[in-house]
C-alpha cells in the first residue's frame, strides 16, 4: 500500500478505536478520528496515550485530525470501525460520507455478525477484514487511552484468505508496532476471541458489576467461566474450528496479570448504555446450536443478560 496515498477513517473512537488509530498515526499514517462527545475535550487537551507494558509514560499527541462529522472527514482509502456493535443499525449511514468506489473497512468490533453486517450495507464484493482485539485498554477520561496489555490483533475474512489488498492494512499495523496475527479463517479467530468475551464480559456484569479478579476468585464464577468456554470450544469445533484445551486454560491465565480490570461490557453497563448482547452472546448461541451443540450455560448467560438489560431500563 502506498503509505503517501492511504487515508484511514476511524469511527467509534473510544478505547480499542483511539488507541489503534493513534498507534497508526504514530507510525506516520493518515489517520482522520471521528468524535463525538469528547470532541471538545480533545481539540483543547489532544490525546494522552499510556502503554503500562512499556514504562507507563503519558505520550501527549496534540495534532491529532479530529472532526465531529463524518462529512468533514471525506472519502478514505480505509475505514476503520470501532463502534459497539449495538450501533451496526446506523453505521452504514454514519459512513457512507467517507465511503467511495474502492473504499475497504475494517471491523475491529467485539462478536459475531459485524462483517456481515458492513458487506450487506456496500456490496458483498467489498473488501472488509475482521479484526479481533485479544488485548485490554481502557479510556480512562475523554482524552486519555491507557493499554495494560498489548496482546496482538488477528485479521481475517470470511470464506477466504487475506488479499494482499487486506496484507497491507495488516502491515501498516505490524509496522506500527502492533502484534498481529493472520487467520487462515475468520471464524477461527471469532470463536477464539468468544472464549475470552463471552464468560468475562458476561459474568462480571451478572456477578453484580464486578471486575474480572474477583470473577477468577469466586469458586462458582469461575466455574462457570470454564463451563461457558467449553461450550464455545464444543460449538466452534462443531462449525468447524478446532481450538486446542491449553487455549481455553490460556485465557485464565492471561486474565490473572490484568488484576482488578473492568471489561468494555461492564464499563458500559456501569455508565448504563446498551450491553452488546446479540453479538457476544446472542449470535454465538444461535450458530452454536443450529450446528446441533448443546449450550446451557451460554442460554441461561444470555437470558440473565437479557434481564438485566431489561431491568436497568425501568
Not at 485479544?134 to 477520561?141: G, H, I, M, P, S
Not at 452454536?288 to 450455560?297: D, N, R, S
Request: charged share 20%.
Amino acid at each position: 500500500m502506498n503509505r503517501e496515498s492511504v487515508k484511514i477513517g476511524v469511527v467509534g473512537c473510544g478505547a480499542i478505536g483511539s488507541f489503534y488509530g493513534l498507534m497508526l498515526k504514530q507510525a506516520g499514517e493518515d489517520v482522520h478520528f471521528h468524535l463525538r462527545s469528547n470532541f471538545q475535550e480533545v481539540k483543547k487537551h489532544g490525546f494522552s496515550l499510556i502503554q503500562q507494558y512499556t514504562g507507563g509514560d503519558i505520550n501527549k499527541i496534540n495534532n491529532a485530525s479530529i472532526y465531529r462529522n463524518t462529512n468533514e472527514i471525506g472519502i478514505c482509502d480505509w475505514v476503520m470501525i470501532a463502534t459497539k456493535a449495538t450501533a451496526n443499525p446506523d453505521i452504514p449511514d454514519l459512513i457512507a460520507p467517507m465511503v467511495g468506489e474502492k473504499t475497504s473497512f475494517l471491523t475491529l468490533q467485539n462478536g459475531m455478525g459485524n462483517v456481515e453486517n458492513l458487506a450487506e450495507a456496500f456490496g458483498l464484493d467489498r473488501l472488509v477484514v475482521g479484526g479481533l482485539c485479544f488485548t485490554c485498554v481502557n479510556r480512562l477520561n475523554p482524552t486519555t487511552i491507557k493499554s495494560l496489555f498489548a496482546g496482538y490483533v488477528q485479521f481475517g475474512r470470511i470464506g477466504s484468505n487475506l488479499s494482499p489488498e487486506a496484507n497491507r492494512i495488516v502491515d501498516c499495523f505490524e509496522n506500527a508496532g502492533v502484534k498481529v496475527k493472520r487467520a487462515d479463517s475468520l471464524d477461527d479467530a471469532l470463536w477464539r476471541k468468544l472464549c475470552w468475551n463471552v464468560p468475562f464480559n458476561g459474568l462480571c456484569i451478572v456477578g453484580g458489576g464486578i471486575p474480572t479478579d474477583l470473577v477468577l476468585n469466586s469458586l462458582e464464577l469461575r466455574g462457570r467461566a470454564q463451563n461457558l468456554m467449553k461450550e464455545i470450544q464444543c460449538a466452534a469445533q462443531k462449525s468447524g474450528v478446532i481450538i486446542e484445551d491449553n487455549f481455553l486454560e490460556k485465557q485464565f491465565s492471561i486474565t490473572e496479570p490484568m488484576g482488578s480490570y473492568k471489561p468494555s461490557s461492564l464499563i458500559d453497563f456501569l455508565a448504563g448504555k446498551p450491553i452488546e448482547i446479540q453479538s457476544i452472546w446472542g449470535e454465538p448461541l444461535r450458530r452454536g446450536q443450529a450446528k446441533g451443540a448443546l449450550m446451557p450455560e451460554l442460554e441461561k448467560l444470555y437470558l440473565e443478560l437479557k434481564h438485566i438489560a431489561v431491568k436497568s431500563k425501568e
